[in-house]
Nanobody, 123 residues
Framework: QVRLLESGGGSIQAGGSLRLSCKAS???????MGWFRQAPGKEREGVST???????TYADPVKGRFTTSIDNAENTLYLQMNALKPEDTAMYYC??????????????????WGQGTQVTVSS
């Protein structure tokens, strides 16, 4: 059974930085990995993806502020979040899909999800 465990969330003031981690019980290099977030009352949305070839995508609201990376030796996915804004407040989830990257809009096609870590940004 695939397990994804997020950590690193917390409460922070606007302008600050956080680094989220997602520890995977799989060979992360065989998977497309993604970060998603869900704010209260809103649908879950894609934040960033990274495929097996290190190609990254970012949602427009986070471009230039968030960076996704992978530590293959630790099978861990990271999301470095800088210049945080109150609108970044959400539950952040990591997801994995074997081999290919589904569309970030196609949540059901992502085969594996973590439980999430809360990020709260105050103004």
């Amino acid at each position: 059974q695939v397990r994804l465990l997020e950590s690193g969330g917390g409460s922070i003031q606007a302008g600050g930085s956080l680094r989220l981690s997602c520890k995977a019980s799989l060979t992360i290099r065989d998977y497309c990995m993604g970060w998603f977030r869900q704010a209260p009352g809103k649908e879950r949305e894609g934040v960033s993806t990274i495929d097996r070839f290190d190609r990254r995508t970012y949602a427009d609201p986070v471009k230039g502020r968030f960076t996704t990376s992978i530590d293959n030796a630790e099978n861990t996915l990271y999301l470095q979040m800088n210049a945080l804004k109150p609108e970044d407040t959400a539950m952040y989830y990591c997801a994995a899909n074997f081999a290919r990257c589904p569309s970030s809009d196609d949540l059901e096609s992502w085969g594996n999800w973590g439980q999430g870590t809360q990020v709260t940004v105050s103004s």
